[in-house]
């Protein structure tokens, strides 16, 4: 059975950090590749980055390029989001996500993942 169970949502000033994890089964981290994706109120959810299990490889929204940094820790089947200089808009829940690997960085929309965390709560204040 696939779980992905995510931690580290809360509340923070504009300008701060917070960094969110995603613990994973070991048959989602060994076999998938694993993103985050944001949904804020009244919008559509959106992907902000993924990494590869295989390559180590990252893709990232522009929204967040230079910001977010998505790494995996493989001893302990964990995915994290470190998220610097936080803006107001940033505030989301914040999915886990896990699905087979795609070739490039465009394909990874809200449609590619097999499977979803239940979410985090992330407010930026300003």
């Known amino acids: 059975q696939v779980q992905l169970v995510e931690s580290g949502g809360g509340s923070v000033q504009a300008g701060g950090s917070l960094r969110l994890s995603c613990a994973a089964s070991?048959?989602?981290?060994?076999?998938?590749?694993m993103g985050w994706f944001r949904q804020a109120p009244g919008k559509e959810r959106e992907f902000v980055g993924t990494?590869?299990?295989?390559?180590?490889?990252?893709c990232y929204a522009d929204s967040v390029k230079g910001r977010f940094t998505v790494s995996r820790d493989n001893a302990k089947n964990t995915v994290y989001l470190q998220m610097n200089s936080l803006k107001p808009e940033d505030t989301a829940v914040y999915y886990c996500?896990?699905?087979?690997?795609?070739?490039?960085?465009?394909?990874?929309?809200?449609?590619?993942?097999?499977?979803w965390g239940q979410g985090t709560q992330v407010t930026v204040s300003s």
């Open positions: 990494i590869d299990y295989s390559s180590g490889n990252t």
């Open positions: 996500a896990a699905g087979t690997y795609r070739s490039g960085c465009y394909y990874y929309t809200d449609r590619w993942p097999d499977y």
């Open positions: 070991k048959r989602t981290y060994n076999t998938y590749t």
